[in-house]
Structure formats: C-alpha cells, structure tokens
C-alpha cells in the first residue's frame, strides 16, 4: 500500500473499531482508533496496535510445514495441498467419514473468507465429527434463539444506547469489549448511559472492571444465576408485575412459566446464590419498573453448569418485563447481509439433538458435537473412533477442556492437518501446518458481528498489504482442499460442470459473494440489467456449493424478502469501498413478530428443554454450599484467547496468569501473596502464583485461559516467555451442561495449596 493513512476494521474482537493505520515505505508506522468511523468514533483498545505485532512477527508461519524426522521441513503449496487431501481420503476411504474430526476455532467468524469457505469445506470431509468453538461459548445462546425464536442466529442485542437500566450478569464487557454486543467504546457507552440518568447494575462472582463502573454490585455463587433467575421471575408472578407488553401478542406458554418458577422464592435461593432476598425482590422490581431496561448475560451465565437455563431465564426475564424488542431493551439487528434470513430461506434455521456422539451420548446442535467430547472420540477404540483430525484457526489444548487429555489424543492420532499461522500447542501434532495470510493481506467484512451489533452497521476494509504470490488465504486453502477432496471421492474427477463451478468459485471468491450478498440483502442495490449476464456464473457456483448453503439464495440477484421493503437502498461492495470508514445504517429497530421463525411465529416462552431440565435445578436447591473452592475464568484486556501472547507489547508489565483468591481461602490454604498455589483436580495440576484480593468471592478463585505455553516443541518465543499455566488442564472435560453440551468452564470444583517447591524454599 502507499504512503498515508489506510481505514480499516480491527477484527481482533467482537467490537469492530475502525482503525486509521499510517504506513510509510511499506511498513505501518502507526495504529490509532479512525475518528471518522460512525460506529467506533475514534476508540481502541491496546490490542488495536498489535494487528501490526501480528504481521510482523517473525515467529508467524508463511510457508507449509511438513513434520520429517528430522524436524520441520518447508514444502510448496500444491504438494501440500496434494499431500493432505490424499492423507484425508485415505483415512476416510479405510476406516469410514466420520474417523475424521475437525475443529473450526474463534477467529474463523472474524474471517468472511473463512466463513464462505467453511460449509463447502465440511461437506466435502463429509464427517458428523464437527467440532468447534461454539461449544465453549455462546451455544446456551444459540439454543434459546432457536427453540424460543425459531433460528439459532436470531440473536437479541441489549440496545445499550437507549437503555437506562443494564443489568450485567456474567459478563465483564470492560475487558472483552463486549460479546453478543459489538459495542465500542463501552465505557464512553457507559458514561452516557449514566449521563442520562441511567444504571448499570453487575452480578458477577468477582469484582470486575465492569463491576467498578457499576451503580450496584452482587457477588454470585458460580453456577447458581439460574436460581437467582428463577426467583426474579418468581417475584414477578407472586407481585403480579409480569407485564409483556406488545409481546403478548406473540408469545405462548406464559402458565407453564407461572408453575415452572413457584419454588423458587428469593428466599429459597439466598443461601445457594449468596445474594439476599431484598436485593433479589429489588433487581426484579427494578427491571419491571425502569422502562428501557436490560438484562444480559454472557460467558460466566453461558459456560457453566445450568448455561442452557441461565440463558434461557435471561430471555424469559426481558419478555416478562416488556423489554423484548422494545427500544432499550434486547433487540434484533438488521444487518446488511442477512445470515437469518439467507439460513431459513436455505431451510437452515438449526438444529438440536439430531444424533448424538459416540462415546457419551452428548447431543448434536447444529451439526456439531460437544468440544468437550474431543478427546475421548479420539482415544476410545472401536468403530467410528477419531483416527484424522483438522483444525483450522483454534487451539484446543488450551481453550478445550482437558488439555491434557486432548494432548494425548492429538498425539497418537494416524494424521493431523492445522490452517493457522502459529507453531503452538495444538498444531505442535500436526503432520501439517498450512499456514495462511496476516489477516492485514486479506479483505474484511464483518458477516457475523453486524449480526450482534449495538446499530446497524456495515464496512469493508481493503487488504493492507499485497500477499506475496506463494501465499493462500484462509478461504483458498479451504476450497483448494475441499475441491480435491471431492474429485478424490469421485475417483479423481469431477465432470465439466462442476469442474467449472469449483473454478468459478475459487475465482468469485469471498469478496464476489459479499457482493452478491449485500446486493440481494435488505439495503441492496439488485444488479438490475447485468442479471442476464451473470447468472450462468451465479448457477455454475451454486452448483458446487453444499446442499443448503445459504449462498445458494442468491440466484435471484434481486432482494430476497419483501419485508425489507421501506429500508434504504443502494448498498453493494462497491457502494462500501466508496466509505472506507464504514456506514451507519441506524439504530436497532423493532421487528417482531414478523422476524420470528417458529412455525406459529409466537416466541416459546417454555420450550420443554428448558423444562426437562427444572429437576436438576430443583435438586441444586438442597446441595450443600461450600465445602470446596470453585475455579472461574477471567479475561484480560490485553490478552485474547490464547494466541496473542506472542506481542511483547501486550504481556509485558504485571503477570496475568495468577490465581485470584480471597483472603480468607488463602489463609485456610497458607498462601501469601508471592506464593506459587498448585490448583489440581482429576483432570490435572497447575502451577501458577497468588493474588490474594478482596475482589473475589470467598470460595471462589480464578485464572485466565488461554495461558500454559509451556508445552515443548512450539515456536512462539515471547509467548514462551510470558508462559502462565493453562486452566484447560485443571478443569474436566466430563462436565456439560446436560441441556445443551456447552463445556462447564465456570464453577467446577478444585483443590488449592501452596506448591511444595515454593513451601520449601519459603522454610
Ligand atoms: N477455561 C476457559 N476456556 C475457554 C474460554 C473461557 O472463558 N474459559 N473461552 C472459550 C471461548 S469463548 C472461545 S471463543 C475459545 C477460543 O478458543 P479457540 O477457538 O481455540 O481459539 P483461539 O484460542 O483464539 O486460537 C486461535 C487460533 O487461531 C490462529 N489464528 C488466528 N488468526 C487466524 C487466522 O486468521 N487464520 C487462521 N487459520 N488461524 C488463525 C491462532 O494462531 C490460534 O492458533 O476459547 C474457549 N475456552
Ligand atoms: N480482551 C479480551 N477480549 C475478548 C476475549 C479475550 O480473550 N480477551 N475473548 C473474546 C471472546 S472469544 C468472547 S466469547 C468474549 C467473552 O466476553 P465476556 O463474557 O464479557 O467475557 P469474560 O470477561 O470472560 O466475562 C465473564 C464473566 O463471568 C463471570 N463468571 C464466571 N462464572 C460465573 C457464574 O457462574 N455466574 C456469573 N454470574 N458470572 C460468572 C466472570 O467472573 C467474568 O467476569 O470476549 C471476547 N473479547
Ligand atoms: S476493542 Fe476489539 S476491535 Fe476494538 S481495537 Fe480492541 S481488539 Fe480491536
Ligand atoms: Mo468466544
């Protein structure tokens, strides 16, 4: 690129801040926050800058790597290309599709390449063993979308800039800026919403960042907010406050939800939650009486053992309230590529519960099995046992459960391909490493965070650098693969019209797709005359795309749903490259009932999931409390997952990876600040030092994931340095919410005590 300032979005997070980047003599000389971008108006946060970290690190892989006996050995492209296709097939044709797993990590939904080339991708493995990192997140949220709404990705978004009161329940949006809410600048968010009278409110088991910003704040017992739920609805019943406004009119099963919360008086629920009954009485009224109130949850409500209930509480409390779909409330957005609608047209609303995996029986959702059931399917002999295994853009060894358990099973399996650009713990197993460009080489469109965006947003952001002619986007080594992977399967050719369909589709590419995306979605500009001419490529493509890829709906090139009628129009790719700080298209607009997907279009207010489920939660209310530590995650907001250690910029200063604990647990277990503490539980043991604060709830202590870079044989130096311990390996890959299968990675029980090593040198 040339000399001056380039626009561009940051794709590290969920919060999409335009970024003004300066580059001279080829080299980025400076990142700073764009002023001009109407969503982000200027803010970043530190990890902004090391986009430029990134690319330039000399520890980030350009070139294939195949693993020799003598070590790493750099091939071309075709050959490895060639060579992991031919390995693949070879697994498949000899012990059966499914002996081939595959895990889709975090950064492929900040990747629109990656995302078009996922599903053409997948059908070509042709295995039920899809894994991903969903599993781990925000699946609680998914299955509430689509048994109350009708559509996994109808997700609600807390209209935080209309709001005047936000009750925050395990989520620190201060350090992740935000999740299931692309929102820059929270805190500037903040300060407005306190500017105009409003309040925040957080409930959370340790004092967070969030938490110091709040009106209020609550600790909360890990895994106990589905019982403080319930009583809030309970509370909302017994005080005749249930008040669902224009929901009322499209929603069912409300009496099921009357019976369903009667146990659950505040009373019932002080002592397993830790929150008294008046504060419990007084979050419910608050959220019934402020108008423009939400209530919102994330990880810490997601991740843990009653996830699927916590999530689907947190819905249920905004719809008693009126808050759903109202103005301050949780709304749905209308991006200008329309995943929801392109899905349902494509027969693709979601699924649940389909099949079930092989050793333990954990339900599908979604076409993906449980990330926790990784490791067994991989090490439990018999039929259909995990023999391949692919990952692309994650690293489950440290962000799966059971680390070391998915060490183990990685390690023994008959071939392993990894799409990422770093040398770590997980792709440390591979046979092959296919390494992509920087994401600064690369076009960006946000498909899936204009989805869970605070407005209405769009921007695309033209690569910064030129790729050098020996280097494969995420999106190319996807397609390049799967197309040899089908012709393998056909006995090595395709016949002219789909030869040319995967030729289309390489040469179309994602960007040619979002074209036609954004032209047939609701602000589209149709291509109009140039149909005629267009079509036969349009079909060539659609002929090699899976079955139900939501792609395939954009053979009408004209706008696809006619409920789109009185937005504005005029948006194409070329429209976005004309506004390279982005376009606001508004604040987040009512649009119920018509959004809905349920076959009745009524929101379900009490879908029998949830219900089986209430035993469990009935029988919570009688365990005993205490008794054992409980481990909980943390985020940093210089850290993300787990592979941006390798920027000096962000690990230096104070180590993160501590153990917080509460003074008095410390004591109990003779820690001292500047102790090593060893954490273990069956999964494993790790060694990390205390930081023994007042912040966190007696009984709870708790360590960031995404640490632990310690393994041998990985290449990321500063990281290496920076290594911390990795959580995965304390906690148990054999803990799911029953509900839903998402991993507990909040709450499980651990033991604490000082590390021998540490003891002795101390005495
Ligand atoms: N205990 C605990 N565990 C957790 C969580 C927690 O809160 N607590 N959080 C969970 C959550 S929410 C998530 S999303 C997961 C994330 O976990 P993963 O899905 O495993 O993702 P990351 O840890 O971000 O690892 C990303 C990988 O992608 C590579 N990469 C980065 N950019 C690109 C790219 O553009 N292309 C390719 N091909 N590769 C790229 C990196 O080198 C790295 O290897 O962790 C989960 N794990
Ligand atoms: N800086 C930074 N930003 C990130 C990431 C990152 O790693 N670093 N990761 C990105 C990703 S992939 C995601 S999914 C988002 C996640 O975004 P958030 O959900 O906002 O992430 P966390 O900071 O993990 O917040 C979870 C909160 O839940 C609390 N918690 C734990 N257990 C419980 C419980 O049982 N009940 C309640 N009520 N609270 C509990 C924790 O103390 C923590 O404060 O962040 C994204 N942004
Ligand atoms: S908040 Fe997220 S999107 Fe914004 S600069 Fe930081 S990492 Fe990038
Ligand atoms: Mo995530």
Same mark, same amino acid.
């Given at each position: 690129?040339?000399?001056?300032?380039?626009?561009?979005?940051?794709?590290?997070?969920?919060?999409?801040?335009?970024?003004?980047?300066?580059?001279?003599?080829?080299?980025?000389?400076?990142?700073?926050?764009?002023?001009?971008?109407?969503?982000?108006?200027?803010?970043?946060?530190?990890?902004?800058?090391?986009?430029?970290?990134?690319?330039?690190?000399?520890?980030?892989?350009?070139?294939?790597?195949?693993?020799?006996?003598?070590?790493?050995?750099?091939?071309?492209?075709?050959?490895?290309?060639?060579?992991?296709?031919?390995?693949?097939?070879?697994?498949?044709?000899?012990?059966?599709?499914?002996?081939?797993?595959?895990?889709?990590?975090?950064?492929?939904?900040?990747?629109?390449?990656?995302?078009?080339?996922?599903?053409?991708?997948?059908?070509?493995?042709?295995?039920?063993?899809?894994?991903?990192?969903?599993?781990?997140?925000?699946?609680?949220?998914?299955?509430?979308?689509?048994?109350?709404?009708?559509?996994?990705?109808?997700?609600?978004?807390?209209?935080?800039?209309?709001?005047?009161?936000?009750?925050?329940?395990?989520?620190?949006?201060?350090?992740?800026?935000?999740?299931?809410?692309?929102?820059?600048?929270?805190?500037?968010?903040?300060?407005?919403?306190?500017?105009?009278?409003?309040?925040?409110?957080?409930?959370?088991? %340790? *004092? !967070?960042?969030?938490? @110091?910003?709040?009106?209020? /704040?609550?600790?909360?017992? $890990?895994? =106990?907010?589905?019982?403080?739920?319930?009583?809030?609805?309970?509370?909302?019943?017994?005080?005749?406050?249930?008040?669902?406004?224009?929901?009322?009119?499209?929603?069912?099963?409300?009496?099921?939800?009357?019976?369903?919360?009667?146990?659950?008086?505040?009373?019932?629920?002080?002592?397993?939650?830790?929150?008294?009954?008046?504060?419990?009485?007084?979050?419910?009224?608050?959220?019934?009486?402020?108008?423009?109130?939400?209530?919102?949850?994330?990880?810490?409500?997601?991740?843990?053992?009653?996830?699927?209930?916590?999530?689907?509480?947190?819905?249920?409390?905004?719809?008693?309230?009126?808050?759903?779909?109202?103005?301050?409330?949780?709304?749905?957005?209308?991006?200008?590529?329309?995943?929801?609608?392109?899905?349902?047209?494509?027969?693709?609303?979601?699924?649940?519960? %389909? *099949? !079930?995996?092989?050793? @333990?029986?954990?339900?599908? /959702?979604?076409?993906?099995? $449980?990330? =926790?059931?990784?490791?067994?399917?991989?090490?439990?002999?018999?039929?259909?046992?995990?023999?391949?295994?692919?990952?692309?853009?994650?690293?489950?060894?440290?962000?799966?459960?059971?680390?070391?358990?998915?060490?183990?099973?990685?390690?023994?399996?008959?071939?392993?391909?990894?799409?990422?650009?770093?040398?770590?713990?997980?792709?440390?197993?591979?046979?092959?490493?296919?390494?992509?460009?920087?994401?600064?080489?690369?076009?960006?469109?946000?498909?899936?965070?204009?989805?869970?965006?605070?407005?209405?947003?769009?921007?695309?952001?033209?690569?910064?650098?030129?790729?050098?002619?020996?280097?494969?986007?995420?999106?190319?080594?996807?397609?390049?693969?799967?197309?040899?992977?089908?012709?393998?399967?056909?006995?090595?050719?395709?016949?002219?019209?789909?030869?040319?369909?995967? *030729?289309?589709?390489?040469?179309?590419?994602?960007?040619?797709?979002?074209?036609?995306?954004?032209?047939?979605?609701?602000?589209?500009?149709?291509?109009?005359?140039?149909?005629?001419?267009?079509?036969?490529?349009?079909?060539?493509?659609?002929?090699?795309?899976?079955?139900?890829?939501?792609?395939?709906?954009?053979?009408?090139?004209?706008?696809?749903?006619?409920?789109?009628?009185?937005?504005?129009?005029?948006?194409?790719?070329?429209?976005?490259?004309?506004?390279?700080?982005?376009?606001?298209?508004?604040?987040?607009?009512?649009?119920?009932?018509?959004?809905?997907?349920?076959?009745?279009?009524?929101?379900?207010?009490?879908?029998?999931?949830?219900?089986?489920?209430?035993?469990?939660?009935?029988?919570?209310?009688?365990?005993?409390?205490?008794?054992?530590?409980?481990?909980?995650?943390?985020?940093?907001?210089?850290?993300?997952?787990?592979?941006?250690?390798?920027?000096?910029?962000?690990?230096?200063?104070?180590?993160?990876?501590?153990?917080?604990?509460?003074?008095?647990?410390?004591?109990?277990?003779?820690?001292?600040?500047?102790?090593?503490?060893?954490?273990?539980?069956?999964?494993?043991?790790?060694?990390?030092?205390?930081?023994?604060?007042?912040?966190?709830?007696?009984?709870?202590?708790?360590?960031?994931?995404?640490?632990?870079?310690?393994?041998?044989?990985?290449?990321?130096?500063?990281?290496?340095?920076?290594?911390?311990?990795?959580?995965?390996?304390?906690?148990?890959?054999?803990?799911?919410?029953?509900?839903?299968?998402?991993?507990?990675?909040?709450?499980?029980?651990?033991?604490?005590?000082?590390?021998?090593?540490?003891?002795?040198?101390?005495?």
């Amino acid at each position: 690129m040339e000399n001056g300032i380039h626009y561009r979005t940051c794709h590290l997070c969920e919060a999409m801040c335009g970024v003004a980047i300066e580059m001279r003599d080829g080299h980025i000389a400076s990142v700073r926050g764009d002023r001009d971008d109407p969503f982000s108006h200027g803010h970043i946060c530190p990890k902004a800058v090391a986009l430029k970290d990134i690319h330039n690190d000399p520890d980030r892989l350009t070139r294939p790597l195949q693993r020799t006996a003598e070590g790493w050995k750099e091939l071309d492209w075709d050959c490895a290309l060639d060579l992991v296709a031919r390995r693949l097939h070879q697994v498949r044709t000899e012990h059966g599709r499914n002996a081939v797993g595959v895990y889709l990590g975090n950064p492929n939904v900040h990747n629109h390449g990656a995302l078009v080339a996922n599903l053409p991708f997948l059908r070509a493995l042709g295995t039920q063993n899809r894994f991903s990192a969903t599993s781990n997140d925000q699946l609680p949220h998914m299955l509430a979308n689509l048994e109350m709404f009708g559509h996994q990705l109808l997700f609600p978004i807390p209209d935080i800039d209309h709001t005047e009161l936000l009750i925050c329940i395990g989520a620190n949006p201060l350090a992740s800026n935000g999740s299931l809410m692309s929102v820059p600048d929270l805190k500037g968010r903040l300060k407005a919403l306190k500017a105009r009278g409003g309040e925040l409110v957080v409930i959370d088991p %340790r *004092r !967070t960042e969030t938490a @110091r910003q709040a009106d209020a /704040f609550h600790f909360i017992r $890990p895994g =106990s907010d589905a019982l403080l739920l319930m009583a809030m609805v309970n509370v909302l019943f017994a005080e005749n406050r249930v008040d669902l406004g224009a929901a009322q009119h499209w929603t069912r099963d409300l009496e099921l939800v009357r019976l369903a919360c009667l146990p659950y008086t505040p009373e019932a629920v002080a002592q397993q939650t830790g929150i008294e009954p008046v504060i419990i009485r007084d979050l419910a009224h608050r959220l019934a009486t402020t108008q423009r109130a939400v209530l919102y949850g994330r990880i810490g409500t997601s991740t843990q053992s009653f996830g699927g209930l916590a999530t689907w509480l947190i819905y249920l409390l905004n719809i008693l309230t009126g808050k759903l779909d109202a103005t301050g409330g949780l709304m749905f957005t209308q991006p200008a590529v329309d995943l929801v609608t392109l899905g349902a047209l494509s027969g693709q609303r979601g699924h649940v519960g %389909r *099949r !079930t995996s092989r050793v @333990r029986g954990l339900p599908e /959702f979604g076409g993906e099995y $449980p990330a =926790s059931t990784m490791a067994e399917e991989m090490l439990t002999p018999g039929n259909g046992r995990i023999r391949a295994f692919v990952t692309i853009a994650g690293n489950p060894v440290l962000s799966s459960p059971g680390g070391q358990r998915l060490d183990e099973g990685l390690a023994q399996l008959d071939f392993m391909v990894s799409i990422d650009y770093y040398l770590n713990e997980t792709t440390r197993h591979a046979d092959i490493i296919l390494p992509p460009t920087s994401a600064l080489e690369r076009s960006h469109y946000d498909v899936i965070f204009n989805m869970l965006s605070v407005r209405n947003v769009a921007k695309y952001s033209e690569p910064l650098f030129q790729p050098d002619d020996n280097a494969r986007h995420d999106w190319q080594i996807m397609l390049e693969l799967a197309h040899r992977l089908e012709r393998l399967k056909r006995g090595g050719s395709l016949g002219l019209r789909r030869e040319l369909g995967w *030729r289309a589709l390489k040469r179309i590419g994602p960007d040619g797709l979002l074209d036609l995306a954004l032209r047939t979605g609701p602000y589209g500009q149709p291509v109009g005359r140039l149909q005629p001419l267009l079509q036969p490529a349009v079909d060539l493509i659609e002929a090699v795309l899976p079955e139900r890829h939501p792609l395939k709906h954009l053979t009408g090139l004209s706008p696809l749903d006619r409920r789109w009628q009185d937005l504005p129009k005029g948006l194409s790719l070329a429209a976005l490259r004309d506004q390279p700080h982005g376009l606001d298209l508004g604040p987040l607009r009512p649009s119920l009932p018509d959004r809905l997907y349920t076959r009745d279009r009524q929101v379900h207010l009490a879908p029998r999931r949830y219900l089986e489920d209430l035993p469990r939660l009935y029988q919570r209310l009688s365990e005993p409390v205490g008794g054992h530590l409980q481990l909980i995650g943390r985020r940093h907001l210089r850290s993300n997952n787990s592979w941006m250690h390798n920027s000096q910029r962000l690990v230096k200063g104070p180590e993160r990876c501590t153990l917080m604990i509460h003074p008095r647990d410390a004591s109990l277990a003779g820690l001292a600040n500047g102790d090593q503490a060893e954490v273990t539980s069956e999964a494993g043991r790790i060694v990390l030092p205390v930081e023994i604060t007042e912040d966190i709830m007696p009984g709870v202590v708790s360590v960031p994931h995404g640490w632990g870079h310690t393994r041998a044989g990985t290449t990321q130096r500063v990281a290496q340095a920076h290594a911390g311990a990795s959580i995965n390996d304390v906690i148990r890959d054999n803990q799911v919410d029953p509900v839903s299968g998402t991993s507990v990675l909040n709450g499980q029980a651990v033991t604490v005590t000082r590390h021998a090593n540490e003891q002795r040198r101390r005495a």
